[in-house]
């Protein structure tokens, strides 16, 4: 999946971007794999309200614990 494969509106990119940035403060380089392959920017795009429901650090958290598990095997 590639960035230029969504449309979100601008909160959507701030909320986006702000979880980004504290995934680099976890998983530096590997943040935006992380990001990419956890399946949050689609579920963004599908289903806003459900997404903006839960604060940044709750999906801070649920990318890392994916993405822990999906390197561990």
Do not use: C
Request: proline share 1%; aromatic share 14%; hydrophobic share 40%.
């Amino acid at each position: 999946m590639k960035w230029n494969e969504y449309t979100f509106n601008e909160l959507d990119l701030e909320l986006v971007f702000s979880i980004r940035d504290e995934l680099k403060k976890v998983l530096g380089e590997k943040a935006d794999e992380a990001l990419m392959t956890s399946g949050f920017l689609h579920r963004l795009q599908e289903d806003p309200l459900y997404v903006h429901h839960f604060d940044e650090d709750y999906w801070v958290s649920h990318i890392i614990k994916r993405f822990q598990k999906s390197i561990a095997g």
